[in-house]
């Protein structure tokens, strides 16, 4: 399996789509900070608007998407020197439409969210810089732009099974998004899911497949057949972070998926993730995710029923 379907299986994300806008002239919706666990994200689909996310600006064009995967507060607009037209929210079957009253649609935004897995997806999550916006360009045929084009059908349909074909089709867009390579037009932070550079995808791919190995930064040099200050030098411009920084995060996510998902103990997932001791691990892990693995494991975990009572006859 790639790198980038192992990082996916690991946040195990659940797309869907909030709401389809179809709006005319001038407009502003207003997105809040989302709940943990919940990354907004926008496709537009045709037309021109702008994204604020603090003192940042950024435009979109037809085949852009732009997401947020620490769930930061947002808005979506287009100025107009017009007045405002007025909008109007029409339920369907899959999703609501919302639709400028009385003029014709200059954009076709689709506005919806990844739902993460406890942890291990928020904390993957955290890593991608915030917002992170790709373009895709006009191409149509480009695999993103057809992959619009079937979601717009869907969406125009708006029958029965929508919803989940939707939904599959934002996973599928998320996995473009993350493996978007330099020649696209991405935020000037760097996507260090898309690095290029064989010797840092191989340290990546390296880790994800033996997290609890006792990794250091000579034998990924020498894995690269580069000196120790070259290597680092590479593995920071493509990633964004220190390579012992990077180390910690991915073994945090994997050890979250672990404690989410399984029997095995505290220790015993320490060894894996490579801790030598459970104490070690335990003050990583709070670090990480401002909690300790017990409380972690248990807050992830649905609460297990109540064993029914013996009737008495």
């Not at 996995?175 to 696209?184: D, I, T, W």
């Given at each position: 399996?790639?790198?980038?379907?192992?990082?996916?299986?690991?946040?195990?994300?659940?797309?869907?789509?909030?709401?389809?806008?179809?709006?005319?002239?001038?407009?502003?919706?207003?997105?809040?900070?989302?709940?943990?666990?919940?990354?907004?994200?926008?496709?537009?689909?045709?037309?021109?608007?702008?994204?604020?996310?603090?003192?940042?600006?950024?435009?979109?064009?037809?085949?852009?998407?732009?997401?947020?995967?620490?769930?930061?507060?947002?808005?979506?607009?287009?100025?107009?020197?017009?007045?405002?037209?007025?909008?109007v929210?029409?339920?369907?079957?899959?999703?609501?439409?919302?639709?400028?009253h009385?003029?014709?649609?200059?954009?076709?935004?689709?506005?919806?969210h990844?739902?993460?897995?406890?942890?291990?997806?928020?904390?993957?999550?955290?890593?991608?810089?915030?917002?992170?916006?790709?373009?895709?360009?006009?191409?149509?045929?480009?695999?993103?732009?057809?992959?619009s084009?079937?979601?717009?059908?869907?969406?125009?349909?708006?029958?029965?099974?929508?919803?989940?074909?939707?939904?599959?089709l934002?996973d599928?867009?998320?996995?473009?998004?993350?493996?978007?390579?330099?020649?696209?037009?991405?935020?000037?932070?760097?996507?260090?899911?898309?690095?290029?550079?064989?010797?840092?995808?191989?340290?990546?791919?390296?880790?994800?497949?033996?997290?609890?190995?006792?990794?250091?930064?000579?034998?990924?040099?020498?894995?690269?057949?580069?000196?120790?200050?070259?290597?680092?030098?590479?593995?920071?411009?493509?990633?964004?972070?220190?390579?012992?920084?990077?180390?910690?995060?991915?073994?945090?996510?994997?050890?979250?998926?672990?404690?989410?998902?399984?029997?095995?103990?505290?220790?015993?997932?320490?060894?894996?993730?490579?801790?030598?001791?459970?104490?070690?691990?335990?003050?990583?892990?709070?670090?990480?995710?401002?909690?300790?693995?017990?409380?972690?494991?248990?807050?992830?975990?649905?609460p297990?029923?109540?064993?029914?009572?013996p009737?008495?006859?």
């Amino acid at each position: 399996m790639d790198t980038v379907s192992r990082l996916i299986r690991l946040a195990r994300p659940q797309g869907s789509v909030d709401v389809r806008c179809l709006l005319a002239g001038q407009f502003s919706l207003d997105n809040p900070a989302s709940l943990p666990g919940k990354a907004p994200f926008h496709l537009l689909l045709e037309g021109q608007c702008t994204v604020e996310y603090g003192d940042r600006t950024i435009q979109l064009r037809a085949g852009d998407v732009v997401l947020f995967p620490h769930g930061g507060a947002h808005r979506v607009l287009v100025e107009h020197s017009a007045e405002p037209i007025e909008t109007v929210e029409k339920t369907g079957v899959a999703f609501p439409t919302l639709h400028s009253h009385g003029a014709g649609a200059e954009i076709d935004l689709f506005c919806g969210h990844y739902s993460l897995a406890p942890g291990a997806g928020e904390l993957l999550f955290r890593t991608l810089p915030e917002p992170l916006h790709v373009s895709f360009g006009a191409d149509p045929d480009d695999p993103a732009r057809m992959l619009s084009t079937l979601m717009r059908r869907e969406a125009q349909a708006n029958g029965p099974g929508t919803a989940a074909i939707v939904s599959s089709l934002c996973d599928a867009l998320l996995a473009m998004v993350l493996r978007s390579s330099p020649g696209r037009r991405v935020s000037d932070d760097v996507l260090w899911t898309a690095a290029d550079h064989e010797a840092v995808l191989d340290v990546i791919d390296a880790v994800l497949r033996q997290p609890g190995r006792n990794w250091s930064i000579a034998e990924f040099a020498d894995r690269a057949a580069m000196s120790r200050a070259t290597f680092i030098r590479h593995f920071s411009h493509a990633t964004g972070m220190a390579v012992g920084e990077f180390l910690t995060r991915l073994r945090m996510v994997i050890a979250a998926d672990m404690l989410a998902d399984g029997d095995r103990s505290v220790s015993a997932i320490a060894a894996a993730v490579g801790y030598r001791s459970e104490s070690a691990f335990g003050r990583a892990f709070r670090l990480a995710t401002a909690t300790t693995p017990a409380r972690f494991r248990a807050n992830a975990r649905p609460p297990t029923p109540p064993k029914p009572r013996p009737r008495i006859h």
